[in-house]
């Protein structure tokens, strides 16, 4: 390794430091001459394993924003680092970046980068110098950190990708510029900024580079350090005493940190002095939330800059105030600068979602990933995260413990959610050298004796083993072999994930609690897996309550079936119910809508107060602190919901606060006491009318069933009827099932016919079945539906399913069934639902489509059950969904009603 060390440089230092750091200096020159597979150690220190060595060159490969570090000339005012900089392709959509930096406390740095935007943004490729401080995204361009330009050249250049560009970034104590140059040196592009008095900004760092979703390497790296300082991360990081109050009525062990305890049949955590703890959070408190791309800044933070002046007065305001609202932990997405105060904290690890964009078993698209936990660099990619995450925080007392990361795609494709065997189909699409396939493969051959016995279990005709392994084409595991084939990958791949996380983190931190992975609300049936590995498993739930009864009793079984699965503590990290009257869309994002603000604290209220009651429940954060922007945060995630306890304008919301000021001190005396007073026993759905006396039995299809202006004419085969309104049609109505095969399948029937009629003085009683053939993946069902049609009314009828029977040879799950209508008439202008109430998951299921041109519509609401009920167009066309909830698992002639 070629090294030049400056005088009077390290021999100095080595000597008894007979030079006082202030006058070093020192500069490298790196050739990567490490062997291949290194990340440039010792010399050089990774944020990520996407950082490698490979033939002199140090390649990066498409992950989350993060950094290679030079460690070994030290961190000094006076900073140069130069790097030619090649990248060859991006690996997936978002802010894409390679360039070199000056990296300063935490995550605080400089930049100089070729960027390339999201695809939908305009801005395309560029070149930046750009500053994160505390926090804060282009610190030096906006509020109280803004800096004064001092030179701006080349705003027109877009570079272009395989072709070499040097990048060269420096700092004084003056400024800092940055230079990006053709090979030739002909000059592309100068920012520069002057360090304006009294103006914070990020003055001392240590040579790096950095990088995100793109590959590319760098090579002739060079970088020069003066006016030595001592790194933040190497002064003595010290610690207050915790003194925050606890329940004093429950007593455990005292550790000086948090653990976990079950007392009796109620688990608990017990804080570092011994006492009891009921977690009570709200997700990113955060001075800078949210971004809003189509504004190019946060509105919120915009708003409370104003107000507060700086973080440090904004967050002594926001901790007493959510002290008053009775909240004790800060969860995800916190600032800094809240803790130590009331509260307890949480860490993020992160390293699922950071590896998935280096390699891959389920892609990242839109969502999370899930990272390829059969590379031999998992282990390494842990290792690295939990040394520069845990190592500091070793001692801490004030943390709660760690999250691993938050909704990872377990389910492999997000177009199969909740697809328990999505990781193996996901698998099966990687090329044979691809070590998740191999894997993949090992379990094949263990269950397999040749490839016929697997063409057998998946109906495929691979000639061998070989053939299969180059295959990418996947299919559903519909046979108890194939199922278990799968469900093994799937065990294999959480086994992994958990043991090698939790391992490295109990290396450098072995005094505190492994929170879980914040599970997406369910789990691919390694709920145990995830408590072997894990002190608390956490999961995120949005379920549909009841406004005025409460929590319907099926989410509480649901809960506790996670935790006898999981054997440990529960803590719910995500839930919310966003509210119509705060004026934002709410179009995006999960959670049950509600109409007004008293709706949403009546849920808190019957929500909350359910987990606080739950033994095997130690903690809840509610999502979230502050309300998103109505333009939506981004195109890649458009969420635009009332989520928050306050408005972006810093405004509480007072009926939301004022429950929570109510009852989040409760905590401890209501888990304690385990009520579960908003826990209600929903009515079985039934039709209180008695049936009318039966007319015929199979009779043929009668002509049509007219209720006031509405004519219901019988189709027969896939469809049941074609409706018309005074003669002009408005489409037709049919049913259609939500089939798990594994993969999903809404398939309608393929032939349908009259099975009863029954009359009296107010109804017309009809009742069908419908069937259909096993074909394209989805399974063969029969099914009953009833009509009840009013012999007056202002045109309605009622749609009553029946049965459902798994008339296929595989087992498969019935998720919902959908009242299905294929519209003959328009859409609005809008194209979207014309009910008024024009959002998802609204509390009330009701929808409807409208023509105005034609003056018709068609609407649907449900009633009893679990309804999803939202019409809506894309440019696949008209989806009227409509559609029961059930997730009932049918085996072969299994039947259910």
């Not at 390649?59 to 900089?85: H, P, S």
């Not at 990418?472 to 043991?499: D, H, I, N, Q, S």
């Not at 016919?753 to 079945?769: K, L, P, Q, S």
Request: aromatic share 12%.
């Amino acid at each position: 390794m070629l090294a030049r060390i400056g005088a009077p440089g390290l021999a100095a230092l080595a000597l008894g430091a007979l030079v006082s750091a202030s006058c070093m200096a020192a500069e490298w020159t790196e050739p990567f001459d490490y062997g291949n597979g290194s990340a440039g150690e010792p010399a050089w220190e990774a944020g990520s394993a996407q950082w490698v060595v490979r033939d002199g060159r140090m390649m990066f490969e498409g992950g989350g924003k993060d950094f290679l570090a030079l460690k070994e000339i030290g961190y000094g005012r006076r900073v140069t680092v130069e790097a030619t900089v090649r990248v060859s392709a991006r690996r997936s959509d978002g802010w894409a970046l390679a360039g070199v930096a000056i990296h300063g406390p935490g995550t605080d740095h400089w930049h100089l980068a070729l960027v390339e935007s999201p695809e939908g943004n305009a801005m395309g490729r560029f070149a930046e110098l750009v500053e994160s401080y505390g926090g804060a995204w282009l610190a030096n361009y906006e509020g109280e950190t803004r800096l004064t330009p001092a030179g701006d050249a080349g705003g027109d250049f877009h570079w272009e990708y395989d072709r070499p560009y040097r990048l060269s970034i420096s700092m004084t104590p003056e400024g800092i510029e940055g230079r990006v140059s053709e090979p030739d040196g002909t000059l592309r592009r100068h920012l520069a900024f002057r360090f304006d008095p009294g103006v914070p900004a990020i003055k001392a760092g240590r040579p790096a580079l950095d990088a995100a979703l793109f590959m590319g390497h760098f090579d002739d790296v060079h970088a020069e350090v003066s006016e030595m300082v001592t790194p933040p991360e190497e002064e003595p990081k010290e610690f207050p005493t915790y003194d925050l109050p606890g329940c004093e009525q429950v007593q455990g062990e005292k550790t000086g940190f948090f653990h976990a305890e079950k007392q009796g049949d109620t688990w608990w955590l017990i804080d570092p002095n011994g006492r009891g703890f009921y977690a009570v959070g709200t997700d990113h408190i955060n001075y800078h939330a949210h971004w809003c791309e189509q504004l190019g800044y946060a509105p919120h933070h915009r708003n409370v800059e104003r107000k507060y002046g700086s973080e440090e007065n904004w967050a002594a305001a926001v901790a007493e105030r959510l002290e008053g609202w009775g909240f004790n932990l800060l969860p995800a997405g916190h600032s800094p600068h809240l803790r130590y105060t009331h509260f307890a904290h949480t860490e993020w690890l992160g390293a699922g979602r950071s590896f998935a964009d280096v390699e891959d078993i389920a892609p990242r698209t839109t969502w999370t990933g899930f990272p390829n936990v059969f590379s031999p660099r998992w282990r390494r990619h842990c290792e690295i995260t939990a040394r520069r995450v845990c190592a500091p925080n070793r001692d801490d007392p004030y943390l709660l413990g760690y999250f691993l990361d938050n909704e990872l795609q377990w389910f492999g494709d997000l177009r199969n959610w909740q697809d328990e065997f999505g990781l193996w189909t996901e698998a099966w699409k990687k090329p044979p050298d691809h070590t998740a396939k191999q894997a993949w493969m090992d379990v094949t051959r263990r269950h397999c004796a040749d490839v016929a016995e697997f063409n057998a279990a998946l109906g495929t005709d691979f000639a061998s083993f070989e053939e299969l392994a180059a295959s990418g084409e996947p299919r559903g595991p519909t046979t108890e072999k194939a199922r278990a084939m799968a469900r093994e990958f799937v065990r294999m791949a959480a086994e992994l994930y958990f043991r090698q996380a939790t391992e490295a983190i109990r290396r450098h931190d072995p005094n505190h609690m492994v929170l879980g992975c914040r599970f997406a609300g369910w789990s691919p049936g390694v709920w145990d897996i995830a408590g072997r590995y894990c002190d608390v498993v956490s999961f995120n739930s949005y379920p549909r309550i009841d406004v005025d009864r409460g929590v319907p009793r099926g989410i509480v079984d649901e809960f506790r079936g996670f935790h006898e699965q999981a054997g440990k503590p529960l803590m719910i990290t995500e839930w919310s119910f966003p509210a119509l009257d705060s004026g934002l869309p709410c179009q995006h994002g999960a959670g049950m809508r509600v109409a007004t603000q008293q709706q949403k604290a009546r849920c808190f209220r019957f929500f909350q107060s359910t987990m606080f009651g739950l033994p095997f429940m130690v903690g809840s954060d509610y999502f979230m602190y502050v309300d998103e922007p109505a333009l939506g945060i981004s195109s890649t995630f458009p969420e635009d919901s009332n989520y928050g306890l306050v408005k972006e304008t810093d405004e509480p919301w007072p009926e939301l606060t004022a429950v929570a000021a109510e009852l989040n001190p409760q905590s401890c005396r209501l888990h304690r006491a385990g009520e579960l007073t908003a826990v209600f026993e929903p009515e079985p759905l039934a039709w209180s009318r008695q049936l009318p006396p039966l007319t015929a039995d199979s009779p043929a299809l009668p002509p049509e069933v007219r209720t006031g202006p509405l004519t219901l004419r019988p189709v027969g085969g896939s469809d049941a009827w074609t409706m018309l309104y005074e003669g002009a049609e408005l489409g037709a109505f049919y049913p259609l099932l939500y089939q798990q095969v594994p993969a999903n399948h809404w398939v309608g029937p393929d032939a349908g016919g009259v099975t009863a009629v029954r009359e009296d003085e107010a109804f017309v009683v009809v009742d069908m079945t419908f069937t259909r053939a096993a074909s394209g993946g989805a399974a063969a069902y029969a099914a009953g539906w009833r009509f009840w049609v009013p012999r007056q009314s202002s045109g309605w009828f009622g749609a009553q399913p029946l049965w459902v029977e798994n008339s296929d040879v595989r087992p498969w799950t019935l998720a919902g069934l959908f009242h299905y209508t294929r519209p003959a008439i328009g859409g609005s202008a809008e194209g979207d639902d014309s009910s008024g109430v024009n959002v998802p998951n609204f509390y009330i299921p009701v929808t409807a489509w409208e023509d105005p041109d034609a003056g018709l519509g068609q609407g649907a609401f449900g009633y009893g059950g679990s309804f999803y009920v939202r019409y809506w167009k894309d440019d696949d066309g008209f989806h009227s969904d409509c559609m029961e909830r059930v997730n009932v698992e049918l085996a072969p002639t299994a039947w259910s009603g």
